[in-house]
């Protein structure tokens, strides 16, 4: 294996010049940083992270905690938290996070210490975790809030406001000709579900319409089964509804499972929206109209502020709620009646 010693031979120059140009020195000239970087392409050599890390300092590990990496919502953001710090030389410390844990707070303590974190994102639920939080202020952690359902006085969030885009799904519909449109909520301890459903309401409340009857609105938990299990009650309904908006994709390929089954044609029959823009929104038939999750766009913010932040946790009177702009991605489930 080279090291920093063989790459200055080969290019003529110091060890510390070597380090300099490892560092991204802005004093180290063109020509000499372009020699370096050659000799260490010729030797494959690779800086030791950990050590860099260490002169760095703290604002280059940031903790990611994760309770289901399985699923679409936490897997995309992951996805997205791994290609912003690419873009910003960050990196990206992941735990998973078991709820009901005995000793949780020594779990977390040593993901902290052994992975040299400063900054943490905290994804739904967790961002509503008020002991999780308690501790990560104890430790002086600074803390990036995606989507909680209340605001926090020592750390910002980033969300994008699902209120909304629930209510240009629905208007989105009404466009369309639709008015019968049934909801299967995600899971009720999620903040967006609740702020889905009301955005669902608004849009009816908005055009003078009455709002759906009670059997029209279905509890699902984001998971395949329960959109299937809810999607079987509303289309068996006497009247059953012309449109479906499910609270994720998951939800809605379910609910396109048992509309097939039942000899249902969609879009023609029914059409069906979901919600996050996940991978199984374009790979299922037909692919779903859906409502895209500016995951990135969140990531890059939410490092953007951490790199503003000083190494000191601050409360305030009111911490700021940066919102993202959503996209309606409009694909084959949904046509006019």
Not at 162 to 186: M, N, P
């Amino acid at each position: 294996m080279s090291t920093i010693y063989d790459v200055a031979e080969l290019a003529g120059v110091s060890a510390k010049t070597v380090s300099r140009v490892v560092n991204e020195d802005k004093a180290v000239k063109t020509s000499t940083r372009e020699k370096v970087l050659a000799a260490m392409a010729e030797l494959d050599y690779r800086p030791n992270a950990q050590a860099r890390q260490l002169r760095m300092g703290s604002k280059t590990s940031i903790g990611l905690l994760l309770e289901d990496p399985t699923s679409g919502y936490q897997g995309r953001f992951h996805h997205a938290m791994l290609s912003a710090c690419m873009e910003s030389r960050r990196y990206l410390a992941v735990e998973l996070y078991e709820a009901g844990l005995a000793d949780w707070q020594a779990y977390l303590d040593r993901f902290i210490t052994d992975a040299g974190i400063r900054d943490m994102i905290l994804l739904p639920t967790l961002c509503d975790f008020g002991p999780l939080k308690s501790f990560l202020k104890s430790r002086n952690i600074n803390c990036i809030l995606i989507s909680p359902s209340t605001p926090d006085s020592h750390y910002a969030s980033v969300a994008m406001d699902d209120r909304l885009a629930a209510r240009d799904i629905v208007e989105y519909l009404f466009s369309l000709g639709h008015t019968r449109i049934a909801h299967i909520g995600g899971h009720p301890d999620h903040a967006a579900s609740i702020l889905r459903r009301n955005g669902f309401y608004e849009a009816y409340d908005a055009a003078g319409l009455s709002r759906p009857p009670a059997d029209y609105m279905e509890q699902g938990t984001f998971l395949f089964k329960s959109g299937f299990e809810a999607a079987e009650r509303l289309l068996a309904l006497p009247e059953r509804p012309t449109a479906i908006f499910a609270g994720n994709d998951e939800m809605a390929a379910a609910t396109c499972s048992v509309a097939h089954k039942a000899g249902l044609r969609i879009p023609e029959d029914l059409s069906v929206i979901g919600f996050d823009d996940a991978p199984i929104s374009s790979s299922v038939w037909p692919a779903l109209t859906t409502v895209r999750q500016p995951y990135l766009e969140m990531a890059r913010r939410s490092i953007e502020i951490l790199d503003a932040a000083g190494d000191t946790v601050t409360a305030s009177d009111r911490q700021v709620r940066h919102i993202i702009p959503h996209e309606l991605i409009v694909r084959e489930t949904t046509a006019r009646l």
